[in-house]
């Protein structure tokens, strides 16, 4: 044994032919050179008795000399001799445990596809399946691919647990269609699909955002007369309604549910919550979780962040807060996704001073504040019109502590330094982010373009959205609306003209603000027929004209068009869909007091006051400045 050692770790690295050649040796000998010493040698010399033999467990065990000949040799002439030598039988429990042992994939490959060849032996769904979780293991998908292919077309019998780990496996590689493709051909052709089938079909469709098929999967789950939805298919069916906006069916879904004697899981009344605050039924969502609590289901962290959300969305910033402290009461730990949402609901609502107080006691709650935390903090920072010194002295704290900014975190500063005119030090910030190797963000170059062009910088915030053009090879359409509205505010018709057509060539499709931001360089150089035009055009490509597109045609027309055919406009807006709101009354109300109908516009300040809306001080004294003007034609010698 020694000598047979030593020669072969001489194979191993010696380049000599003579070493390199293949040492003959008998079955007999392969196996012998794997000998286990130990109890079993021991035991040799005493007597066994047959019924002893037969019920030794480990008898069963696949024998440790084949896999080390399997790990030495991997699979092939030596192996198969040591199966023969050890009278392996070669049955569907053998395969099974080859499968299971720790040796190279291409080995378990090779012994299953030898073993599918041999006289009387076929695979069944138990050696199929260990070969796919061995190959799925491996992130061989194309052969787990061909595996399981080999399966649905061989004669093995499978069962619905079977097809339901076949999805999940094919679901976790993101072979959707693959997975649809085999669920239907064993539907068909196999096994009849489960409630527990049908489950994984859909949670895996939901996972990847294939919302529309679990409706149709429903469907078919209860059509099979004998398959019948349960709390996880009505939580997966809820779910996907309420991503896809069809808040109604995913109500009646609930109902259904509760009709059919099935309990709402604490998720499934989050996601109702959710939808009836996305509806503005801050009342009925509220009733949801006084029902959850008469049922017996605890609110968990998720219920309580959809309320305060909610609740926050909804103005009722104190309610969020009261909720909040309750929780605590209760004895309902927060997590990190709740307390960023609380601060950015308190930031929201000016309460800079209880957003900080919750900051500071993220450490008590046992939740370390990350870059979400960070970034709502420095966001209501400059929501709280607070001292842009403070901003920048949170972003050096969110550093010293350890917490990585993002391409938002710079985002948020270089917005928040244009707006209060400090474009420079927003520049900065964006060289900044192109020295840390962030992509350009096209939301930061938008905010320095713009508070470039504020600052009447027209040549630096050209040269800007060149640059991010030169970086993605096109801009967004915010981008472009930026870059067109300064160009028409800078005379620069022309280009802004070339940048709206550019951008149509790019197939990149003209927003509400763009064409807005077209429509007023237009009425700013008189161009109002023109303008009128592009509002037409915007609705017939598709584009819905907002108020504020409105207002730009009326302005245009206040000025320089006269007061019948802006107050033509005017009423016409009266009677559509999108009403008047104070900017367009104010923009009649001078001019009709530049056109000296005093009369009308009294009238119109009354019909503002009923609405609610109050006249601007500009307006207000451009017609006391008018009035006045009229008293001194009728006394000229006072």
Same mark, same amino acid.
């Given at each position: 044994?020694?000598?047979?050692?030593?020669?072969?770790?001489?194979?191993?690295?010696?380049?000599?032919?003579?070493?390199?050649?293949?040492?003959?040796?008998?079955?007999?000998?392969?196996?012998?050179?794997?000998?286990?010493? =130990?109890?079993?040698? +021991?035991?040799?010399?005493?007597?066994?008795?047959?019924?002893?033999?037969?019920?030794?467990?480990?008898?069963?065990?696949?024998?440790?000399?084949?896999?080390?000949?399997?790990?030495?040799?991997?699979?092939? /002439?030596?192996?198969?001799?040591?199966?023969?030598?050890?009278?392996?039988?070669?049955?569907?429990?053998?395969?099974?445990?080859?499968?299971?042992?720790?040796?190279? @994939?291409?080995?378990?490959?090779?012994?299953?596809?030898?073993?599918?060849?041999?006289?009387?032996?076929?695979?069944?769904?138990?050696?199929?399946?260990?070969?796919?979780?061995?190959?799925?293991?491996?992130?061989?998908? =194309?052969?787990?691919?061909?595996?399981?292919?080999?399966?649905?077309?061989?004669?093995?019998?499978?069962? /619905?647990?079977?097809?339901?780990?076949?999805?999940?496996?094919?679901?976790?590689?993101?072979?959707?269609?693959?997975?649809?493709?085999?669920?239907?051909? @064993?539907?068909?052709?196999?096994?009849?699909?489960?409630?527990?089938?049908?489950?994984?079909?859909?949670?895996?469709?939901?996972?990847?955002?294939?919302?529309?098929?679990?409706?149709?999967?429903?469907?078919?789950?209860?059509?099979?007369?004998?398959?019948?939805?349960?709390?996880?298919?009505?939580?997966?069916?809820?779910?996907?309604?309420?991503?896809?906006?069809?808040?109604?069916?995913?109500?009646?879904?609930?109902?259904?549910?509760?009709?059919? =004697?099935?309990? /709402?899981?604490?998720?499934?009344?989050?996601?109702?919550?959710?939808?009836?605050?996305?509806?503005?039924?801050?009342?009925?969502?509220?009733?949801?979780?006084?029902?959850?609590?008469?049922?017996?289901?605890?609110?968990?962290?998720?219920?309580?962040?959809?309320? @305060?959300?909610?609740?926050?969305?909804?103005?009722?910033?104190?309610?969020?807060?009261?909720?909040?402290?309750?929780?605590?009461?209760?004895?309902?730990?927060?997590?990190?996704?709740?307390?960023?949402?609380?601060?950015?609901?308190?930031?929201?609502?000016?309460?800079?001073?209880?957003?900080?107080?919750?900051?500071?006691?993220?450490?008590?709650?046992?939740?370390?504040?990350? #870059?979400?935390?960070?970034?709502? #903090?420095?966001?209501?920072?400059?929501?709280?019109?607070?001292?842009?010194?403070?901003?920048?002295?949170?972003?050096?704290?969110?550093?010293?502590?350890?917490?990585?900014?993002?391409?938002?975190?710079?985002?948020?500063?270089?917005?928040?330094?244009?707006?209060?005119?400090?474009?420079?030090?927003?520049?900065?910030?964006?060289?900044?982010? +192109? +020295?840390?190797?962030?992509?350009?963000?096209?939301?930061?170059?938008?905010?320095?373009?713009?508070?470039?062009?504020?600052?009447?910088?027209?040549?630096?915030?050209?040269?800007?959205?060149?640059?991010?053009?030169?970086?993605?090879?096109?801009?967004?359409?915010?981008?472009?609306?930026?870059?067109?509205?300064?160009?028409?505010?800078?005379?620069?018709?022309?280009?802004? #003209?070339?940048?709206?057509?550019?951008?149509?060539?790019?197939?990149?499709?003209?927003?509400?603000?763009?064409?807005?931001?077209?429509?007023?360089?237009?009425?700013?150089?008189?161009?109002?027929?023109?303008?009128?035009?592009?509002?037409?055009?915007?609705?017939?490509?598709?584009?819905?004209?907002?108020?504020?597109?409105?207002?730009?045609?009326?302005?245009?027309?206040?000025?320089?068009?006269?007061?019948?055919?802006?107050?033509?406009?005017?009423?016409?807006?009266?009677?559509?869909?999108?009403? /008047?709101?104070?900017?367009?009354?104010?923009?009649?109300?001078?001019?009709?007091?530049?056109?000296?109908?005093?009369?009308?516009?009294?009238?119109?300040?009354?019909?503002?006051?009923?609405?609610?809306?109050?006249?601007?001080?500009?307006?207000?004294?451009?017609?006391?400045?008018?009035?006045?003007?009229?008293?001194?034609?009728?006394?000229?010698?006072?």
């Amino acid at each position: 044994m020694m000598v047979l050692g030593s020669i072969a770790s001489k194979r191993c690295i010696s380049t000599l032919s003579c070493l390199c050649q293949r040492i003959k040796q008998t079955e007999n000998e392969i196996v012998h050179m794997f000998q286990l010493s =130990g109890p079993i040698d +021991e035991m040799r010399n005493f007597p066994v008795s047959k019924k002893f033999a037969r019920k030794d467990t480990s008898s069963r065990k696949l024998d440790e000399r084949f896999i080390r000949i399997l790990k030495i040799f991997k699979w092939g /002439p030596d192996a198969e001799k040591a199966l023969e030598v050890l009278k392996m039988r070669v049955d569907h429990r053998l395969v099974h445990q080859v499968l299971n042992i720790d040796v190279e @994939i291409n080995v378990k490959i090779q012994f299953f596809k030898w073993a599918g060849r041999r006289r009387n032996f076929e695979h069944n769904s138990t050696t199929y399946m260990a070969l796919i979780r061995c190959l799925d293991e491996a992130r061989m998908i =194309g052969e787990m691919w061909k595996s399981i292919q080999d399966m649905v077309r061989s004669t093995c019998v499978m069962g /619905p647990s079977v097809l339901s780990e076949i999805v999940n496996i094919l679901g976790k590689a993101k072979m959707v269609n693959k997975a649809l493709s085999i669920f239907y051909q @064993i539907k068909s052709r196999k096994c009849k699909p489960t409630a527990n089938t049908y489950n994984s079909m859909i949670l895996m469709l939901m996972q990847e955002g294939y919302y529309e098929k679990i409706h149709e999967l429903y469907n078919e789950m209860c059509n099979e007369g004998n398959c019948f939805p349960d709390t996880v298919t009505y939580s997966a069916l809820i779910s996907a309604f309420g991503k896809l906006g069809r808040d109604i069916s995913a109500i009646r879904l609930f109902d259904e549910m509760k009709e059919n =004697g099935l309990q /709402p899981t604490a998720k499934i009344y989050t996601t109702l919550v959710s939808i009836y605050f996305k509806l503005g039924e801050v009342e009925k969502a509220l009733g949801l979780v006084q029902e959850m609590k008469g049922k017996g289901c605890a609110l968990t962290v998720y219920t309580y962040t959809e309320l @305060i959300k909610g609740l926050g969305r909804a103005g009722r910033v104190e309610d969020a807060y009261g909720l909040f402290m309750n929780m605590l009461k209760e004895g309902c730990k927060p997590d990190i996704v709740l307390i960023n949402n609380l601060i950015n609901v308190l930031g929201r609502a000016g309460r800079l001073e209880d957003a900080l107080k919750l900051f500071n006691k993220m450490e008590a709650l046992q939740c370390k504040p990350n #870059v979400v935390t960070y970034n709502t #903090v420095i966001k209501s920072l400059f929501e709280s019109k607070a001292p842009a010194s403070e901003a920048s002295a949170w972003f050096e704290k969110m550093k010293a502590n350890g917490v990585l900014p993002s391409p938002f975190t710079y985002s948020i500063l270089i917005d928040g330094f244009c707006k209060t005119n400090r474009v420079e030090k927003a520049h900065l910030l964006l060289e900044e982010m +192109e +020295e840390k190797g962030f992509p350009p963000c096209p939301a930061a170059y938008c905010s320095l373009i713009n508070g470039y062009g504020k600052a009447k910088r027209y040549e630096a915030a050209n040269e800007l959205f060149l640059e991010l053009k030169e970086y993605c090879g096109c801009s967004s359409a915010r981008v472009y609306a930026v870059m067109i509205k300064h160009f028409g505010k800078c005379g620069r018709l022309s280009d802004a #003209v070339d940048l709206f057509n550019e951008m149509k060539k790019l197939r990149c499709k003209p927003d509400v603000y763009t064409y807005n931001a077209l429509m007023s360089g237009m009425v700013r150089v008189g161009m109002i027929d023109d303008a009128y035009s592009l509002l037409r055009r915007m609705e017939e490509d598709g584009c819905v004209p907002d108020i504020n597109s409105h207002n730009i045609i009326l302005n245009g027309l206040a000025k320089s068009g006269g007061p019948k055919r802006a107050m033509e406009i005017f009423t016409k807006m009266q009677h559509s869909e999108i009403k /008047p709101d104070a900017v367009s009354y104010n923009t009649i109300l001078g001019c009709l007091s530049r056109a000296g109908m005093f009369e009308e516009a009294a009238r119109l300040m009354k019909d503002m006051n009923a609405k609610g809306f109050e006249y601007d001080q500009i307006t207000y004294s451009s017609i006391l400045e008018a009035v006045g003007k009229v008293d001194e034609d009728r006394n000229p010698t006072l």
